[in-house]
């Protein structure tokens, strides 16, 4: 039987439903219509549901839709801030004006994204601004914060996101004053959460769920129990994200900014107090001191941390930097306590030292129990233990499927006091009734799911996969190059940069080329030119690297294409345009993927999961390594078509993918393209999208 929710979400996606009459270009699809009834099914009845739909289902409203019509409170959870002001921007408006809801919405983000007005307070009299043009930003800035009512600096138009100002602009929980602050009253992270714990729905993101989760500290504590729908959206984020807040991370870099505000706050407040310098040095010569105990690296490097000190540092040497360091914040807090009635910033300073000399002492007792360490070397460097997934966190601190342990769980840092602004997280009213719902596009290769489940611990889960509505095999090709220098070949990254050249010339750009490192990003990017360089300056398509600009300007200005008068671009990118980029159209109809994704068989965090597999009997290569390789390869293909109306060819330049028996595996888990089989088959496909520009 039916609950009424369902029916009223049945109406709602029907051809003639209120949907038709909301959304631009609404038709009734099988898909999205199942997927919601249910998402409307576990509201109804509680429990847990991991939903994978396809490109192009409609799954925003999927879930939006039920979510509203229940009538319960809502926490909505993105793996991006992008898509999250697009649902508190313009997805949750549409609907709530379109049902004539009653509802409050809120969004919620972490404080590195709000303006501190006591921190631009600071910055306006800080003589040491990173560079010239500073003084203009934040000339900009100042203006804008009296106009602005939410500080969210997304707001801000034109302030890059890589801005050396941003960090002088906004707080963290280390250096905010909290309730001590003399613009408490105005701060706008906490209008953010007030707005927050009055609404109905509301948006926040996985980095804001995990931190909570680990430090009590961003509102969540007080706005989880009262909500009885939890939505993540981009759930196959998920489990990286929680790994990097439920561990402990300590760095050189933070020493070092810790003594730059100590300084600066005991000049300006207790000067002559205490002997700042001599503080602040010792800090400084013991951050050094840790970084050269390291020796020389290549940059970038993970170092094995598996006994006593990283694999090729000497142990003695290593703890002895170690418990110097911790030394010096111990006498740091200890000339913070005697001033700490002089000014609120001695107090968060003293906290501050208190946590950093903790979590030092930790780096010098041995790793935790399932978790795994490792230093990344850097010119700093980052001390890093992090649990090999969020699955036990999950089952027993949000999902509650075991007994908690306590209503309060213990900073990771080993301080166990309760957050002095939230207090302790007070358990929910009733978890039974609780609805969860995970989606993605990409959320595994097989019928489970068990790539996404088993490390979220959510193997008791509904599972559904909903397929994408495209017509794949009509609007995508796919092409594998048969004569290709191997992967590992020194000439990989140039064959890769004449194909993508050719077919970017013949289309006038439109074409995203996606690379698995960053040494490939720049090989490529660099030949690409170089390819261009013979060609006419109207027809030369214009090299975008990732890096060489503001992600944001990248995306716009490869979404703008040939304007103007000018050709089309290329975009040669990594890591983060795998995923959430989106440029339908014409803008963008060739995708090339230089190598298979795999992970990296020598990253710490890879190598244990790996070991652990292997402990367990099971197969490292085909349950860890095969799926994480489909499901990345996958979010790189889905960058092809994001209409209905689109076509495009994506070309993988990774031979092995037809060569090695696996292989099957991963074009299994790629959309249903049609194969291109010869390199005239694939001149043939590129020259038949070819449009005048």
Sequence with gaps: MTSPLENQVRDAFAQDGVLSQAAEQFRERGGQTEMAMAVARTIAGGGMLVVEAGTGVGKTFSYLVPALLSGERVLLSTATKTLQDQLFGRDLPRLVEAFALPVRTALLKGRGSYLCLHRLDMARHDASLPERGSLRTLAKIEQWSKATRTG??????????????????????????????????????????????????????????????AVRETGMAELLPTVNVVVFDEAHQLNETGVQFLGAQLGSGQALDFARDMLGAGLQHARGLVDWQQLVAAVERAARELRLVVGKQWPGAKLRWLGPAPEGVNPEAWQGALDDLQDAFVQ??????????????????????????????????????????????????????????????????????????????????GDDEEDPEHGAVPPPEDDSRRAWVFTSATLGDDPTLRWFT????????????????????????????????????????????????????????????????LRALRTIGD???????????????????????????????????????????????????????????????????????????????????????????????????????????????GRLIRRESDSGVLAICDTRLVAMGYGRRLLAALPPMRRLETEADFESAIDALRKPC
């Design 527 to 637: 030949a690409m030119r170089q390819h261009f360089e013979l060609l006419e300056n109207e027809a030369r398509p214009e090299v975008l690297v990732q890096g060489e600009l503001p992600k944001r300007v990248l995306m716009d200005r490869f979404r703008e294409g040939a304007s103007n008068g000018r050709a089309g671009c290329v975009l040669v990118a990594s890591a983060s345009f795998w995923e959430g980029f989106d440029a339908p159209g014409d803008a963008l109809q060739f995708v090339v993927i230089d190598k298979l994704p795999f992970p990296p068989p020598n990253d710490p965090l890879v190598e244990a999961r790996s070991q652990r597999l292997e402990a367990q009997g099971r197969s490292s290569f085909s349950d860890y390594s095969l799926p994480e390789a489909a499901v990345a390869l996958k979010q790189g293909a």
């Design 152 to 213: 969210d600096l997304a707001e801000l138009p034109g302030l890059d996101e890589r801005s050396p100002l941003i960090p002088l602009i906004t707080s963290t929980r280390e250096n905010c004053l909290g309730a001590q602050c003399p613009q408490f009253k105005a701060c706008h992270v906490n209008l953010a959460r007030r707005e927050a714990l009055a609404a109905d729905i509301v948006v926040i993101n996985h980095h804001l769920f995990f931190a909570d989760l």
């Design 454 to 517: 088993e490390p979220c611990g959510l193997r008791d889960a509904e599972v559904l996969r909903v397929q994408s509505p495209f017509d794949y095999a009509s609007q995508a090709a796919i092409y594998v190059p048969r004569a290709f220098p191997k992967p590992n070949d020194p000439s990989h990254s140039q064959q890769v940069a004449k194909l993508a050249a050719h077919g970017a010339a013949e289309l006038g750009g439109r074409t995203l080329v996606l690379t698995t490192t």
């Design 332 to 413: 740091a807090a200890d000339g913070l306590d005697t001033v700490s009635e002089i000014s609120p910033d001695f107090v968060r300073l003293h906290e501050r030292a208190r946590q950093l000399a903790k979590r030092t002492a930790r780096f010098a007792q041995p790793c935790e129990i399932d978790s795994v360490r490792w230093v990344d070397v850097g010119t700093q460097l980052r001390l890093i233990e992090s649990p090999l997934d969020i699955a036990d966190a999950m089952r027993k601190r949000v999902l509650k499927l075991a007994e908690p342990v306590e209503s309060a769980e213990p900073d990771p840092y």
